[in-house]
């Protein structure tokens, strides 16, 4: 995967850049909650201005849907952006025309402003070449930082990134870089893990990945289909009955491509979904009541995947293994982030997870900073697992 970053770019003092980040942060009582996308731009902001350029930054927050709504502005994200960088954060209370191209002209070399929420131009999600153009007359290049915003061609994301000297920005080069250790070139073999509720939903994906891994263990209510397809009992689980030959299909495809499907050998039964509710353990292919239901992975599957970790040498983790929020079904997933985590902690195992289950997950096991990379970005980092090409992406090749 070859594209361009900032070290690539001819002098930068004196220059504007504008820098698309991912602001879409938290917000409670308008205060933001969540400081982890601001922190991950630092970085490239500071390069940018050590560099002695201008850094005007573009974002989104929530769907205002081409209108300028005041409870979606940008503006109280200032505050928690200066006490990060420690300098003063400009504010433009448009993202294009007379006033931010003054406000740009009236910052210093190494000065920064956000500006106001792109999305409250319609020319935005349009992907209008017009409105590109009104992005572009602000600056003299275009870096793009925001991984979770580049499966969408909109103009800040893509647009922007055909008309000037189109850039990665720190967070984005870290991304990428990882997602080419997981899938792009990785260290074989490779293992991956795909959790969650339905098949439907990740259908794409378990194609994708069963012509790129040599492992695809199948966990939480997805697996519950694969059973049910076997002919397994799963009592009264979640589980999308109608997708059984849907995901018999899928495991033909894998064994003809060589992928070794791992499904639960054994799981973690319970009537009801609440906090320390009585369970059991059941070994696969033993009756289940009608109110049984399967809410974890079992302790013989925890083994088999520790053990498949233990052989692999890249993992691409999206879905957690059971109900994880609600103990003790979090005890697979929880047990099988521990060991992922001792592994790439040890350097014998690149451990790359995603998707807003998985990091929830990781969190709640405590691994986040030991695995090798754990991604933010929900759609884009579905989308690129899936192989689909990522137009803000696309838009930095070289």
Same mark, same amino acid.
């Given at each position: 995967?070859?594209?361009?970053?900032?070290?690539?770019?001819?002098?930068?003092?004196?220059?504007? *850049?504008?820098?698309?980040v991912d602001f879409n942060v938290p917000m409670e009582a308008g205060k933001v909650s969540d400081d982890t996308r601001l922190r991950v731009a630092i970085p490239t902001i500071n390069k940018l201005r050590d560099a002695g350029a201008k850094v005007a930054l573009l974002a989104h927050f929530d769907r205002p849907k081409g209108k300028a709504v005041p409870s979606m502005s940008l503006q109280p994200v200032v505050d928690d952006l200066e006490h990060l960088l420690g300098a003063p954060v400009r504010f433009a209370t448009d993202c294009v025309g007379e006033e931010a191209k003054a406000a740009i002209n009236d910052l210093d070399a190494g000065g920064v402003i956000l500006l106001e929420n792109v999305r409250?131009?319609? &020319?935005?999600?349009?992907?209008?070449?017009?409105?590109?153009?009104?992005?572009?007359?602000?600056g003299d290049l275009y870096v793009n930082d925001a991984f979770s915003a580049a499966h969408r061609a909109h103009a800040s994301t893509e647009g922007l990134a055909r008309l000037l000297p189109a850039y990665a920005g720190e967070s984005m080069r870290r991304e990428l870089d990882a997602l080419d250790a997981a899938l792009g070139n990785p260290k074989t073999p490779v293992i991956g893990i795909v959790g969650g509720a339905k098949v439907s939903t990740k259908l794409d994906l378990l194609k994708n990945l069963v012509g790129k891994l040599d492992r695809l263990a199948i966990g939480g209510g997805m697996a519950n289909t694969f059973l049910f397809a076997q002919g397994i009992d799963i009592g009264g689980s979640l589980a999308e009955r109608d997708m059984a030959d849907t995901a018999l299909a899928i495991i033909a495809e894998a064994k003809s491509k060589g992928c070794e499907i791992l499904l639960p050998v054994d799981f973690v039964v319970a009537t009801e979904v609440r906090p320390g509710a009585a369970s059991r353990p059941v070994m696969a292919g033993q009756p289940l009541a009608a109110d049984d239901k399967i809410l974890d992975a079992g302790?013989?599957?925890? *083994?088999? $995947?520790?053990?498949? $970790?233990?052989?692999?040498?890249?993992?691409?983790?999206?879905?957690?293994? &059971?109900?994880?929020?609600?103990?003790?079904?979090?005890? *697979?997933?929880?047990?099988?982030?521990?060991?992922?985590?001792?592994?790439?902690? *040890? &350097?014998?195992?690149?451990?790359?997870?995603g998707g807003g289950d998985t990091v929830s997950a990781l969190h709640h096991a405590g691994v986040v900073g030991d695995m090798t990379f754990v991604s933010t970005a929900g759609g884009a980092f579905l989308e690129w697992m899936e192989g689909k090409p990522l137009p803000g992406v696309e838009a930095l090749r070289q």
């Open positions: 995967m070859t594209f361009r970053t900032l070290d690539d770019a001819p002098s930068l003092a004196g220059k504007t *850049a504008l820098v698309r409250f131009h319609a &020319g935005e999600e349009a992907n209008d070449p017009a409105f590109a153009r009104q992005l572009a007359d602000l302790p013989a599957t925890v *083994a088999r $995947l520790v053990e498949a $970790l233990t052989a692999s040498k890249t993992l691409i983790w999206n879905g957690p293994l &059971g109900v994880f929020e609600v103990p003790p079904f979090d005890t *697979a997933t929880v047990a099988v982030a521990h060991h992922t985590a001792a592994l790439a902690k *040890a &350097g014998v195992l690149v451990a790359v997870g």
